[in-house]
């Protein structure tokens, strides 16, 4: 159920502000990551439980960030995403799973 909250929280924050709030953790920004490359129509990365965050931001975000199709708001949020010392955990991999798999805005 985390999962859906943590998507929730990602969609209402994407779509429902006319400036985009702070993204708070790993798990939001690994959400908007997997929406990223779907809306891109690449497949699901695979990066590892463990990894640091911001190094794989770094390494992820470059093939979407001038996709067509991905939405600005999103490359935006990748884009300025800065929160050092957040290492992978198993909910950022399913939080970017569930990213991908899910449809549309809102």
């Known amino acids: 159920m985390i999962h859906e909250l943590t998507l929730a929280a990602v969609k ?9 709030p702070r993204f708070i953790n790993c798990r939001e920004i690994c959400c908007a990551l997997g929406m990223a490359y779907r809306q891109a129509g690449l497949p699901l990365p695979s990066p590892e439980a463990g990894a640091d ?20 708001c999103i490359r935006e949020t ?12 198993e909910d950022a991999l ?8 899910t449809p549309g805005k809102g």
């Open 53 to 72: 965050v911001m190094e794989t931001l770094a390494r992820l975000t470059p093939p979407v960030q001038n996709a067509p199709g991905v939405e600005d």
């Open 78 to 89: 990748l884009a300025s995403y800065n929160k050092l010392g957040e290492i992978l955990d």
């Open 12 to 20: 209402r924050k994407l779509y429902d502000f006319d400036h985009i």
């Open 94 to 101: 399913a939080a970017l799973r569930l990213g991908y798999e």
